[in-house]
């Protein structure tokens, strides 16, 4: 068993929709939570970065974690096609930096 | 803000031969940086920790005598890849830890290898 599941999609949604990502974890010992965001042969980019249960907004993005049921999740408001990329969930256990990652979801915005 | 500049961002080479990519923290110094590697369609997993002035750690399942690391200073981390074969083709990417003053982990722009 993976420590970290997310699901790979292709996820196609229209434009304006909500996008829904999620992954699940096994090792309660993560603390730190991260989305991040990487267009097809580019690094990633931070998006959301959470240490506590609970909701985490920033513009059109929400992340949520539950710890008790090892879940977190990322919402995107008002999706636009430009949000057409791959979105990985990140974990770690400390805050130095070695992160533990998800599959990836691909997310398709059609026009 | 922090940056972390990888080079080069694109090389092919002869299977056999060794390549090597740097990773360089920009306006910081960075005692640790990891190397990470993604193959197509798939995540990134974690290879190493690089440590400044010691050996770095490898993850399990990654052959140290293959990708040697190299931290010889607080701004330059070092991956070579050893007699490169074709599946060693792969897109590889460095991060530093986040400073003392935020919480970012900051992600090179990443190295595609291709070995043929």
């Known amino acids: 068993q993976k420590e970290v599941e997310q699901d790979p999609g292709p996820l196609s949604v229209p434009e304006g929709a909500i996008v829904s990502l999620n992954c699940t974890y096994s090792?309660?010992?993560?603390?730190?939570f991260m989305w991040y965001r990487q267009y097809s042969r580019k690094g990633p980019e931070l998006l959301m970065y959470?240490?506590?249960?609970g909701n985490k907004e920033d513009g059109r993005f929400t992340a949520q974690v539950d710890k008790s049921s090892k879940y977190i999740s990322l919402f995107i408001r008002d999706s636009q096609p430009s949000d057409s990329a791959t979105y990985l969930c990140?974990?770690?256990?400390?805050?130095?930096?070695?992160?533990?990652f998800g599959a990836g979801t691909q997310v398709v915005v059609t026009p | 803000g922090a940056v972390v500049s990888q080079h080069p961002s694109w090389v092919i080479c002869k299977s056999g031969t060794s390549v090597k990519i740097e990773c360089r923290s920009l306006?910081?110094?960075?005692?640790?940086m990891f190397w990470y590697r993604q193959f197509p369609k798939q995540s990134l997993m974690l290879m190493a920790t690089?440590?400044?002035?010691?050996?770095?750690?490898?993850e399990q399942g990654v052959e140290k005598d293959k990708f040697l690391i190299n931290h010889a200073s607080l701004t330059l981390s070092t991956l070579t890849v050893t007699s490169a074969h074709p599946e060693d083709s792969s897109f590889y990417i460095c991060?530093?830890?986040?400073?003392?003053?935020?919480?970012?982990?900051?992600f090179g722009e990443g190295s595609w290898l291709t070995v043929v």
């Open positions: 991060s530093a830890p986040p400073t003392p003053s935020g919480n970012t982990i900051y």
């Open positions: 090792n309660s010992a993560f603390q730190y």
């Open positions: 959470t240490y506590s249960s």
């Open positions: 990140a974990l770690s256990t400390d805050s130095w930096g070695k992160l533990q």
């Open positions: 306006d910081f110094q960075a005692t640790t």
């Open positions: 690089s440590n400044e002035g010691s050996k770095a750690t490898y």
